[in-house]
C-alpha cells in the first residue's frame, strides 16, 4: 500500500478489489484490447472506480484494468489508454504506469497501432521497439517535465536503451520458434489526432523513423523514471501515405481491423515472452 499524494487514492481503490500483485503490465493498444480476454481468472478494476485515473474517449479503448494470468504470470492489463490528443496532460497519460508501479509491476509490456514508415513494412506486420523519436517530448511535452518526486526516480534519465535489450532478445526468439516474422525498429510519437501528411511521412523516413504513432513514449520514459523493465510492440495497421493524390487515406477504421488480424500473432509471442520472464 502507498500512502504517496498523488497515486495512493487509486491504489487503494484497486485494493478493495484485488490484493493480486502483478509481475507484469501489458498496456494494450487500438484494436489490440481483446488480448486482455485470454487472461484467466480475472478480475475487472472500470476505470470510472479509479480516482485519478485517464478515460480514453477513442472508440476501440475499453476502459477497464484487467487483472489475471497468463502463463503462469500475474498480469495486469490496461484495456485501453489515454493520449496527448485527447486534451491529457502527459502526466495524465503516465498516471496508470505509475498506479502500476505501487501495484508491483517490475516488467511493462506496451502495444499500439502503428503506421508503416520504412518501405520494407506492410500493413498486418509487427515491430518490435528498438527506439523512439519523441516528438511531443522535444517540443516540451515530457511526462518528467516539472519538480521531480526524488521517491520515484532520479531528475536525468538516460534513454540509451529504452527497450530492454533481455526482453528484446527474448521477444525475438520466441517470434523466430514461432516461425513469426517482426522487425525491429524505431518508432516516432507524433501528437496527432490527424495522421501524417505525405511530407511529414517522407521526412520521418529520413530521420531515421520506420513507424509512427501517438502513444507509448511518455510511458517509456515513466517507466525507465522508476527502473522498471519495458519492452514494445508495434502493430502496423497501415503505411504511411507518401505521395499526395493518393487515392488512399489512413483511417482509424483500418487501424482497428487490421488491429483484429495482427492479435493472434502477437497474442503468441506476448505469451512466449510472459514465459520466459
Ligand atoms: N500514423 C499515426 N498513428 C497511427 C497510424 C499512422 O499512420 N496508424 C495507426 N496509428
Known amino acids: 500500500m502507498t500512502s504517496h499524494p498523488l497515486y495512493g487514492p487509486a491504489v487503494e481503490a484497486i485494493r478493495k478489489v ?11 493498444g487500438s484494436g489490440l484490447g481483446v488480448l486482455a480476454d485470454t487472461l484467466t481468472d480475472r478480475v475487472v478494476v472500470p476505470y470510472e472506480d479509479i480516482p485519478g485515473w485517464p478515460k480514453s474517449t477513442v472508440h476501440g479503448h475499453s476502459g477497464r484494468l484487467v487483472f489475471g494470468t ?4 500475474q498480469v495486469v ?3 485501453g489508454r489515454a493520449h ?42 509487427i515491430m518490435l521497439l528498438n527506439d523512439h523519436i519523441n516528438f511531443i517530448g522535444m517540443a516540451g511535452a515530457n511526462p518528467l517535465v516539472g519538480p521531480n518526486d526524488e521517491t520515484l526516480g532520479e531528475r536525468f534519465i538516460g534513454m540509451s536503451t529504452p527497450y530492454d535489450t533481455s526482453l528484446r532478445a527474448a521477444a525475438k526468439q520466441v517470434a523466430s520458434d514461432l516461425d513469426i516474422a517482426i522487425h ?9 489526432p490527424t495522421f501524417e501528411s505525405p511530407a511529414e511521412v517522407r521526412m520521418l523516413r529520413i530521420i531515421g523513423a520506420d513507424a ?7 510511458e517509456v520514459l515513466v517507466a525507465r523514471h522508476m527502473n522498471m523493465r519495458v519492452l514494445a510492440f508495434s502493430a502496423i495497421t497501415n503505411k504511411g501515405i507518401d505521395v499526395v493524390d493518393s487515392p488512399m487515406d489512413a483511417n482509424h477504421e ?24
Do not use: W
Request: proline residues 4%; hydrophobic residues 40%; aromatic residues 8%.
Open 184 to 192: 525491429e525498429g524505431t518508432y516516432a510519437c507524433l501528437a496527432g
Open 254 to 277: 483500418e487501424v482497428l481491423e487490421t488491429g483484429k488480424v495482427i492479435v493472434p500473432k502477437l497474442s503468441a509471442i506476448l505469451r512466449g515472452v510472459l514465459a520466459r520472464i
Open 70 to 73: 497468463l502463463e503462469g504470470k
Open 77 to 79: 492489463c490496461q484495456q
Open 18 to 28: 484485488t490484493d493480486r500483485v502483478p509481475d507484469v503490465g501489458l498496456v494494450l
Open 212 to 218: 509512427v504513432g501517438m502513444s507509448t513514449v511518455h
Open 84 to 125: 496527448f490528443y485527447e486534451g491529457y496532460t502527459p502526466q495524465q497519460i503516465t498516471f496508470p504506469i505509475r498506479v502500476m508501479h505501487f501495484l508491483g509491476v517490475k516488467t511493462v509490456i506496451l502495444t499500439n497501432a502503428a503506421g508503416g514508415i520504412n518501405l520494407s513494412y506492410e500493413a498486418g506486420d
